[in-house]
């Protein structure tokens, strides 16, 4: 029998619910203020944010780790060590899927550490009475064990709490974290495993410092310090993968992580060890008889069928093996996980010429432009290689726990079976309706959606370049509207722009789309009046 479209339109609408039902959802925890800006505790926010978190953790909650945290805060742009208002808070929460956040304050008097906290209902905006506690300064962590008790009393610790480290060397591992310069990081950081001899978040966050400094051989020797008892131990064997590989052992990379992967570990875990098994082959460059690229990289992708990072990597490996239709499949997945993505449109654009798509081929080299300046470095390079695509495109999984591309809420449930046309509009239009209510988290779920089933739709495409303007996100406002102008051209979409660049303070690029506006639509009022704006009239 053959089900409507709207059906089941309607099913995937409940399916988020009926999960939010049965699932507590995710918390996230904010470093707490500083209320008096009292020097002593400039390290005790970020602290309270880490003991809260494995608190919750130990108690079965979904606590989002900090590396999660921090790649929010990079990626709306919002400086770390800032004070955010409640609005932008709840921002980063509805960002990373969290149900619930956690913020709090530190203040001492005297000896006696004084922390305050209370969580935010995001589905509600409701707050929650305030929790406080206190003790002194000396018995930090039994104050955040309470802390944490009181916040979710209903549940008890799971596991056995690993034993904590001195509280200097705690500080030191903190301020090391919080540190703005390499080296400052790497003194504190060292600073708190020689208090603590074997501190194995101290030994990773060190091995992260000597990665991004490219300094391989120290990062290796960092990873292995771990010690084989701590619970950190799978995560420092994968550290020490990735410096094999940066340093191209790629024997011993290779079996370190075909080691990793075959321990049949939760699903992200094992998708980026079979990740950057298929990098370890791009980068070995010739034939192996240990298994070609995509071998590994469809093993990463059965694995973890969302990370946009492991599909882009699926699609680059086939096109470098000349199997184009593997490699337009693979990065036209990637595009419905991440639609403003330049170096999947520009390979996905490779891949279509050497298919013989010409047209398609130019659109989306043209849209790989628009997104980014690099592409016209992309090109040259592959000219000079003689290869479709330049080679060190691949994405290398440093964070095992870090999946690549779209957040949680972005990747709906398998398509096969949907009347696609049909079920796009269908969240299309639920999109527009949430748009104009102003219910823009759901809104960009819905047009999400859309574009999963119909990548190049100019409208969805503008809603939710005007969601990203209206929230303050004016990079991702630009790359919306540019594939919604790409997509169709509307004189909507580049009034928006214009007032997106008029935000950024770009007049140039504001002036140029008004005017060709104004082409378009002689008679458009409302270019009219941003251009005399712009101009001061």
Not at 199 to 208: Q, S, V
Not at 248 to 256: C, I, P, R, T
Not at 480 to 505: D, G, P, V
């Amino acid at each position: 029998m053959r089900v409507p479209a709207r059906l089941i339109a309607l099913l995937l609408l409940l399916l988020p619910i009926q999960a939010a039902a049965q699932s507590p959802g995710r918390v996230l925890v904010m470093p707490f203020e500083n209320s008096r800006r009292d020097a002593r505790l400039h390290w005790m926010g970020e602290a309270a944010a880490l003991l809260l978190t494995d608190e919750l953790e130990l108690r079965g909650i979904d606590a989002i780790p900090r590396a999660e945290r921090i790649r929010a805060f990079d990626e709306l742009h919002l400086p770390s060590a800032a004070t955010l208002s409640r609005a932008t808070v709840i921002k980063v929460g509805e960002f990373v899927g969290a149900s619930e956040i956690i913020v709090g304050s530190v203040a001492v008097d005297g000896s006696t550490l004084i922390v305050e906290a209370h969580s935010v209902r995001i589905d509600v905006g409701r707050l929650q009475p305030n929790v406080t506690e206190r003790g002194p300064l000396t018995e930090t962590f039994p104050i955040f064990e309470r802390t944490a008790g009181r916040l979710a009393p209903e549940l008890k610790p799971r596991s056995v709490r690993p034993s904590r480290p001195p509280l200097e060397a705690f500080e030191d591992f903190v301020k090391g974290l919080m540190a703005e310069s390499a080296a400052s990081r790497a003194t504190f950081l060292e600073s708190a495993i020689a208090l603590n001899p074997g501190y194995d978040r101290a030994l990773l966050a060190l091995w992260g410092v000597r990665n991004d400094q490219g300094d391989h051989t120290a990062a290796l020797a960092a990873a292995r310090a771990v010690p084989e008892t701590s619970a950190l131990v799978r995560q420092a064997r994968f550290a020490a993968a990735v410096s094999l590989l940066e340093l191209k052992n790629f024997d011993d990379a290779l079996e370190s992580f075909k080691s990793l992967a075959e321990a049949q570990s939760d699903r992200a875990f094992t998708a980026s060890a079979y990740n950057n098994l298929g990098v370890v082959q791009l980068r070995r460059g010739a034939a192996s008889q240990s298994g070609l690229p995509t071998y590994f990289l469809t093993k990463a992708a059965d694995a973890d069928p969302g990370d946009g990072d492991v599909l882009f990597n699926l699609g680059y490996a086939y096109l470098l093996e000349r199997n184009h239709q593997g490699a337009v499949y693979w990065l036209r997945e990637t595009l419905r996980r991440n639609p403003a993505d330049p170096d999947a449109h520009y390979v996905l654009g490779a891949a279509l010429a050497l298919g013989g798509s010409p047209v398609e081929a130019a659109r989306e080299k043209e849209l790989a432009r628009q997104l980014s300046s690099e592409s016209a470095d992309l090109e040259r390079r592959a000219a000079a290689e003689k290869l479709p695509v330049p080679r060190g495109l691949e994405r290398l999984r440093v964070d095992p726990d870090l999946r690549g591309g779209a957040a949680r809420e972005q990747v709906p449930v398998n398509s096969a079976q949907r009347e696609q046309r049909e079920l796009a509009v269908f969240h299309l239009d639920r999109g527009r309706r949430l748009f104009e209510r102003e219910e823009d988290r759901q809104a960009l779920v819905e047009l999400r959606r859309a574009i999963y089933l119909s990548p190049y739709e100019a409208s969805a495409h503008l809603l939710i370049g005007r969601i990203h303007l209206r929230a303050g996100h004016f990079n991702e406002a630009v790359d919306a509207l540019k594939i919604s102008i790409w997509s169709a051209e509307t004189a909507e979409a580049r009034i928006a722009l214009a007032e997106t660049y008029m935000k950024q303070q770009n007049t140039a690029g504001a002036r140029t789309e008004l005017e060709r506006v104004l082409v378009m639509d002689p008679t458009s009022a409302e270019a009219k009046r941003l251009l005399a704006t712009l101009l001061g009239k």
